[in-house]
């Protein structure tokens, strides 16, 4: 007699796309496997349990942090170092030797904390590259209304060409004194602006090859300051009290504002962000973003500490040499190396040449990053993607033709070069807003962060930092045109551009809720607070 047929296999659940579930039915509705009994399907549900229980423990795994790895934080060493290098080009060395010569020891607390709040800024650009897999100027484009986003990229292409200006000319300048005043400014921005295509064509060999170039030109600029550190032997003591005790004298107020402006940067905020790109890291697990912002963290506090060594050198060295003397208001890169010489002597290797090579490093380094930072600026903001070298070719002009302008007209004259590099510290100190605001509005967006937006303690600190920073370059503003604009027409103009910069500012600001929502919600809370009573 033949058995009674075996029972159809259970419906499928109506959710296919669960793994568990799936694994459940093929394990059932396999042709060769035989029905189960009552034990067999106890078995099977206790299995079953087994496997949720272990897919429980994988899925904690994915928010572990691995432990610390000195092979990890090697892996993650660059990105770090090359955005180091705003922090150390001609435009900050000049702050720093004049800020010496003027102010003598008295503003090195002020270079201490400025550079902990332009650290603080990095680490926020590189927590949203890491964190979104995208660089700020993608998401700026993203984030904000078309006509915004395109204000945004043209305020950063002025900053990127003011900074380049003075990166390129600090470069000429040092080759001009190398070559003992045999090569001219005009052919040194040459040289500068051509050199750019050698790093790209490294590039191609691989990232870590660049990298080790950059690490190269800096420890060239720490060894050749440290040199003249030594050389000059700075007072311990002053440098000591001019590091712990704030205090700011009103005839240095000027070269106390250029100290904050030189340290933040608005195309170094968009570039980190997009270096960090070059690093792998899984998104989708919640411990390796942390493990990467944790190693880009140490990395990155390591490099701005070396340039915070190298610009403390810089200052301290003018600050024993020229303070109170009848050269400091005179100073300027042009001519810092023939005082220094004068000052010093020649030595074992002259002071002129080893000065020289310094700002040859600076110049060479920052003119290299500034090239990539318009590379990803002008891809990020308009979408526009080109081969490197073309790309190279438009981002170098924008800056070396107005630079080879100025190195034809100035040519020589300290006076003009200063007053130039007055009015490009200008400059560049109106975009930090642009580039400032927009991070920290991003940075605290719980849609784009996730759980990797920052707190609203931290949220609070860095409006305070934003701020301070903005009230310091709208008194450099408000100083510079009070003595520049002369005429009515000139005045009413500068005023309308004035009034159309501060709305774009405001703009900025309201986008998003971007004030600290902390603020926001205590005085919702008071408001809630008063109705009920």
């Not at 793994?19 to 099977?44: G, K, M, Q, R, V």
């Not at 001009?176 to 400014?185: A, C």
């Not at 005009?186 to 050698?198: L, N, Q």
Request: hydrophobic share 50%; net charge negative.
């Amino acid at each position: 007699m033949d058995s009674p047929p075996a029972p159809p296999p259970p419906p499928r659940p109506s959710n296919p796309d669960d793994t568990d579930t799936n694994i459940y039915n093929n394990h059932l509705l396999a042709p060769e496997s035989p029905p189960l009994s009552d034990d067999e399907f106890y078995e099977d549900e206790f299995l079953s349990i087994d496997i949720e229980s272990t897919r429980s423990v994988i899925d904690d795994d994915e928010f572990i942090t691995p432990p610390f790895s000195w092979k990890k934080l090697w892996q993650f060493t660059g990105p770090g170092f090359l955005m180091s290098i705003a922090f150390l080009d001609p435009g900050n060395i000049e702050g720093d030797l004049q800020a010496g010569a003027i102010a003598g020891y008295s503003l090195l607390w002020l270079l201490l904390w400025s550079t902990v709040m332009g650290l603080l800024i990095q680490l926020l650009s590189a927590r949203i590259g890491v964190v979104t897999g995208r660089h700020m100027a993608e998401i700026c484009r993203d984030e904000y209304p078309r006509w915004a986003s395109l204000l945004l990229w043209c305020m950063a292409e002025l900053a990127l060409i003011g900074a380049d200006i003075q990166e390129v000319i600090g470069s000429a300048i040092a080759i001009n004194i190398l070559s003992q005043g045999v090569v001219p400014l005009w052919a040194g921005v040459i040289i500068t602006a051509s050199d750019c295509f050698f790093f790209l064509f490294l590039e191609n060999y691989g990232v870590r090859k660049l990298e080790a170039v950059f690490a190269v030109l800096i420890s060239t600029m720490a060894l050749t300051f440290a040199w003249m550190f030594v050389d000059t032997k700075p007072n311990g003591r002053e440098l000591l009290v001019g590091l712990l005790v704030p205090k700011l004298s009103r005839k240095a107020i000027k070269q106390a504002v250029g100290i904050v402006g030189c340290v933040i940067t608005p195309h170094n905020v968009f570039l980190h962000s997009a270096l960090v790109q070059s690093r792998k890291v899984d998104s989708t697990k919640r411990g390796c973003v942390q493990e990467a912002l944790n190693y880009y963290t140490i990395e990155s506090t390591i490099a701005i500490f070396v340039t915070f060594v190298i610009n403390l050198c810089v200052t301290t060295v003018f600050a024993k040499g020229f303070y109170n003397t009848k050269e400091a208001n005179s100073l300027g890169l042009l001519n810092a190396g023939n005082f220094l010489e004068d000052r010093y002597g020649g030595g074992l290797f002259p002071i002129l040449y080893i000065w020289g090579i310094g700002l040859l490093a600076a110049g060479q380094s920052s003119t290299l990053t500034g090239t990539y930072a318009g590379q990803f600026i002008m891809e990020g903001f308009i979408d526009f993607r080109l081969q490197k070298w073309l790309r190279s070719m438009i981002t170098r002009s924008c800056a070396i033709v107005p630079t080879m302008i100025v190195a034809v007209v100035y040519n020589r004259s300290d006076a003009s070069l200063d007053n130039l590099n007055e009015w490009l510290n200008v400059l560049q100190g109106m975009q930090i807003p642009f580039a400032l605001i927009p991070l920290l509005v991003l940075v605290a967006d719980e849609h784009l962060m996730g759980v990797f937006r920052i707190g609203p303690f931290f949220e609070w600190i860095m409006w305070i930092v934003a701020a301070l920073v903005t009230v310091i370059n709208g008194y450099v503003l408000l100083d510079f045109f009070s003595s520049e604009v002369k005429g009515l027409v000139f005045g009413i103009l500068v005023c309308c551009v004035i009034v159309a910069y501060a709305a774009f500012i405001l703009y900025l600001i309201s986008h998003g809720n971007a004030l600290p929502s902390a603020w926001f919600n205590g005085l919702r809370s008071k408001r809630l607070g008063y109705i009920a009573q």
